[in-house]
């Protein structure tokens, strides 16, 4: 994930269009994607070029979002590369915040620090998507949820390891992230019930 | 806080409200247009001119220049406050605020959005580096669906809400729609219709959603003063509130209660020095049924936890206690994607007696109660005939 955004800013890619070259297939990836949202709505004929070719790379093919981490927000991104769950901590009020950014949204003090997560929580609420959302992460139904961290904080996440039933997913049931490598480039912490 | 808001009580008035000249699919109508067709249907209702509107606000990016451009008008005060769908009622505490303060006199708030079609609509927000990118979307968010959604969720757990009470929702605020000739569906809902209706995130059902359309509304708010030589009776703006906790929906406080309304509502009783039993028509933002029933806690008129057995029994429904949204909401009238100017504008026409066979009989007090973003804002507004 680290090398996305600084490839991305740093060098200029050309338009995708048919017949350019592309260096690599992760690199080809995430012009894809950046492409296809940047011409979301002015150039339907460019979001199919980018489509068609990201169908012929790599299967199995992770088509959701791929974010951009800003400089507060990439020690999280990289974390999740280690299969690390990082959150911020205040060292004037000793709370736990998410997501990240160099103040405490509790007391605004800006002595703040990095600390892993134990990776365990609740699940707190979701909803169970049925529609497909226009870059879905996981074929629908899939869980979208708010987890409660034992540290404090919440995020929203997907659980994955259940099937999708309002049944099997009783509110508060305990939960622990597993790290999802859904592309070379990006690592996404989801959960799973503890006791499933 | 100072207790001095509540000098801004009654001291202004909305004098014009209107619709766009049609609701519904309008794919020949740009965004601008139907706000122009708001503000002139508005400023005629009120019989004013277009030279008498000193103050404009609308929402939007890049709105409050977009739209006085379109209209030919050069405003000394401008209000583009965005912050979701009910900004439109934040837009009467600010033109209320401004006017006493000497600021303007008489202002335009306008709406317009091609909610539908997509017609001459502003760009996408957020780029991939946004904190809702990074943190949402990433999972698969379906924007307010999911959102609103996860309230509902979790309210199901702590009281036992269920999805019959979900939908007793959208079968009353369909007979409303029902007495409206302006409202887009309008054939008789079953609570099995809605039930049985396909999953778009559960626990909301297709029917549990609000419509999506294109349209227009504005109003114009005026000192009480200047309102008492105007074309239509005023309907006195008592009290206002509005409120932020979040943008992006996992940073709520709560997701068994709607902060920022709690906040929102508690103000505008405050200020208007009305209890909730003086409220004869209520107009709550129904983005999602879930949301209307969250508002009634947040707004004091059932406990917390008590806005299922509340709606039971089609109490919403006309011929109902407690008469709510009565244009037929956002559910089944019409719901452009910013709803929050449409509670307003039936609420001044309950408020005049202008409703027609939904009229709720001897309405003198109402209230309009808005939702921005995903139950991040919140905005309410207590309206009289009578000072």
Known sequence: MSSVPSSVKGVHYPRLRPGVKIATETTAKVVCRLETHRHLNNDHATIKTAEERFDHMSTPQYTGPIPIPTPETKPFWDGAKQHQLMIQRCRSCKQHYFYPRPLCPHCLSREVEWVEATGRGKLHTYVINHRAPRQPPIPPPFILAIVELDEGPRMMTNVVGTDPDPAKLPCDAPVEVVFDDVTPELTLPRFRLVNA | MSADFRKLRGSAAIVGVAESDQLGRLPHKSSLQLHMEAAHNALADAGLKKSDVDAVFTSGRNMAADVPEYLGIRPRFVGGTQVGGCSFILHVEHAMAAIHAGLCEVALITHGESGASRIAMPAPRWGDDSTNNQFELVYGTLGPAS????????????????????????????????????????????????????????????????????GGGAAIVTSTERARDLAKKPVYILGTGESTTHMIVSQMPSFDQWDAAIESGKRAFQMAGVKQSDIDVAQLYDAFTVVPM????????????????????????????????????GLSYTHTGMYGIFTIIEAVRQLRGECGERQVKDAKTAICHGTGGQWSAAATLICSTER
């Open chain 2, 147 to 214: 959102g609103y959604g996860l309230m509902a969720r979790r309210h199901m757990h702590e009281f036992g809400t269920t999805s019959e009470q979900l939908a007793e929702v959208a079968v009353a605020t369909r007979k409303w729609a029902a007495l409206n000739p302006r409202a887009m569906y309008r054939d008789p809902l079953t609570l099995d219709d809605v039930l049985r209706s396909r999953f778009i995130a559960w626990p909301f059902h297709l029917l549990d959603c609000c419509l999506v359309t294109d």
């Open chain 2, 294 to 329: 969250l508002a009634l806690e947040a707004l004091g008129f059932c406990k917390k936890g008590e806005s299922g057995p509340f709606v039971a029994g089609q109490r919403t429904a006309p011929g109902g206690a407690f008469p709510m949204n009565t244009n037929g909401g």
